[in-house]
C-alpha cells in the first residue's frame, strides 16, 4: 500500500513538472481536433444519399453507389494518371530545386542578400493563385500575350495558340508549380542547413575539402532525414492537386482537358453538372484512402533502408 501512494506520488510531481509543456501543447492539439478530427464524421456522406432536412446520419445509407461516379467514368484512368504523374515529377523537382536554391542562398555571406533571396524565393508560395493564373495568362495570350509579341516575334516564329495546344501545358503547369512552390521546401532546407555544426565545416576546410565535396559528404547527408520527411508528406498528397494551379492557369480551357484534367478538377467540373455532395465525398474519400496506401508503402520502404528516417 505505501508502495503504491509512493508511486502515485512520483506521478503526479512528474505531472506537475511537465504542466507547463502540456499547457502549450494544448492549442495545437485543440486545433487539430476541431479542423482535423471532428470533420471526419463527414466521411459518412460518401456512403449516404445526403438530404440537408435529414441531416448528417439521418440520410439515407446507399453503400458505394457514390462511387460509381467515378470508376464508372470513361475518363478516371485520364483523371488518375495525370495527378499521379503530375505530383511524382512535383515532388522531384520540388525536392531538387529546393535543396539546390537552399545551398546556394546559403553560400551568400551577405546576411541583407540572403534575406532578399530568401524572401523573394518565398513570395510566389504566398501570392494569391488568381494572380498567377493572370500572370500567366499575360504571357501566354495568343493576341497580345509577351510570348508571341516579343519572343517568338524576334525569332521570326509564328505564333502560337497556347491555350489550344495541349503539348505545350504540361511544361508550362511543371514550370509554374515550380516557381510556385520550390520556395516553401526552400525555407525549411535553409533552416537545416543553417543548423548545421560550423565546426564540421570549419575542419573539413583543414581537411582540404572543396566546397563540392563539402556539400556531397556533409550537407546532403545532414539533410537526408528533412529531405525524407518532405518527400513522404507529400507522398501523402500525391492523389490531390493543386485545383487553382489545374483549373484557373489554363483558363479551364476544354481543348487542354487531355492534359490539364485531375481528379479535383474533373470532380468540381462534375457537380456543377449534378450537384451531388455524397458523390464529391466519394471522390475525397477514394484520394484520402490511397494517399494513406502510398504514404505506408513509402515509410515502410523508408524504414527498411534507414529505420531512423521514418515517419512511424
Known amino acids: 500500500m505505501a508502495r503504491t501512494k509512493t508511486e502515485t506520488g ?3 510531481r512528474k505531472m506537475k513538472r511537465y504542466i507547463p509543456l502540456y499547457l502549450m501543447m494544448f492549442p495545437g492539439l485543440l486545433y ?11 466521411i459518412t456522406i460518401a456512403f449516404r444519399n445526403y438530404n440537408v432536412k435529414k441531416g448528417l446520419f439521418g440520410s439515407d445509407f446507399i453503400g458505394l453507389r457514390n462511387f460509381g461516379f467515378l470508376f464508372k467514368s470513361d475518363d478516371l484512368w485520364k483523371i488518375t494518371k495525370n495527378t499521379m504523374c ?4 512535383f515532388i522531384l523537382l520540388d525536392l531538387l530545386l529546393g535543396v539546390f536554391f537552399a545551398i546556394c542562398i546559403c553560400e551568400i ?3 541583407k542578400a540572403r534575406k532578399v533571396y530568401q524572401s523573394a524565393i518565398l513570395l510566389p508560395y ?3 493563385i488568381v494572380i498567377v493564373a493572370y500572370m500567366v495568362y499575360g504571357f501566354f495570350n495568343s493576341d497580345y500575350g509577351f510570348i508571341n509579341n516579343t519572343v517568338l516575334e524576334g525569332l521570326k516564329l509564328q505564333p502560337v495558340t497556347w491555350y489550344s495546344e495541349p503539348k505545350y501545358w504540361p511544361f508550362i503547369l511543371t514550370f509554374v508549380h515550380c516557381w510556385i512552390g520550390v520556395g516553401y521546401g526552400c525555407m525549411i532546407y535553409i533552416a537545416s542547413i543553417l543548423g548545421m555544426d560550423e565546426a564540421m565545416f570549419e575542419a573539413a576546410k583543414i581537411d582540404g575539402a572543396t566546397k563540392l565535396q563539402q556539400i556531397r559528404l556533409l550537407i546532403i547527408p545532414l539533410l537526408k532525414g528533412t529531405m525524407i520527411t518532405m518527400v513522404l508528406l507529400s507522398v501523402g498528397k500525391i492523389f490531390y492537386s493543386d485545383f487553382g494551379l489545374f483549373y484557373q492557369v489554363p483558363q479551364n480551357s476544354g481543348t487542354l482537358y487531355s492534359v490539364t484534367d485531375t481528379i479535383d478538377t474533373y470532380v468540381y467540373r462534375s457537380l456543377l453538372q449534378i450537384g451531388n455532395i455524397g458523390m464529391s465525398a466519394a471522390a475525397g474519400f477514394y484520394q484520402s ?4 496506401i502510398f504514404v505506408v508503402t513509402a515509410n515502410l ?4 533502408i534507414d529505420k531512423d528516417s521514418a515517419l512511424f
Not at 487539430?32 to 463527414?42: D, E, L
Not at 503530375?86 to 515529377?89: A, D, E, L, P
Not at 484512402?289 to 494513406?292: H, P, R, V
Not at 520502404?301 to 527498411?304: N, Q
Request: hydrophobic content about 50%.
Open 301 to 304: 520502404i523508408v524504414r527498411k
Open 289 to 292: 484512402i490511397l494517399g494513406f
Open 10 to 12: 512520483h506521478i503526479l
Open 126 to 128: 504566398v501570392m494569391s
Open 32 to 42: 487539430f481536433f476541431i479542423n482535423n478530427y471532428i470533420p471526419m464524421a463527414g
Open 86 to 89: 503530375y505530383n511524382i515529377s
Open 109 to 111: 555571406r551577405n546576411k
